[in-house]
């Protein structure tokens, strides 16, 4: 599976961006995908995850509320709709797939390459 993110840039606290990650098309409905990131110097955390035909999803405490994350299988595309961004939510953020439905890193088999999300106070 390869993975392309993109939408990443520098927006205002308080603003909005979506970021886009499409995939290899034969393979993208067999894995959950997950929305990653890390600011330097710190470790990579988990974000959001759905699963493969988009009914479970679960977030991380710090974006619950303000992004949403989804799916189209027919694009080949998850999405992370990300709201009312905060300064501490810049960071490098990373797409992931895998054959499990978890918030732990390792446990995702292919990751994308990031987009880059700044936010100025």
């Known amino acids: 599976v390869q993975l392309q993110a993109s939408g990443g840039g520098l927006v205002q606290a308080g603003g909005s961006l979506r970021l886009s990650c499409e995939a290899s098309p034969r393979t993208f409905t067999s894995y959950h995908m997950g929305w990653f990131r890390q600011a330097p110097g710190k470790e990579r955390e988990f974000v959001a995850r759905i699963s493969v035909y988009g009914k479970i999803t679960k977030y991380a405490d710090s974006v619950l509320g303000r992004f949403t994350i989804s799916r189209d299988n027919a694009k080949n595309t998850v999405y992370l709709q990300m709201n009312s961004l905060k300064p501490e939510d810049m960071a490098l953020y990373f797409c992931?797939?895998?054959?499990?439905?978890?918030?732990?890193?390792?446990?995702?088999?292919?990751w994308g390459q990031g987009t880059q999300v700044t936010v100025s106070s």
């Open positions: 992931a797939a895998g054959s499990r439905l978890t918030d732990h890193p390792s446990s995702y088999d292919y």
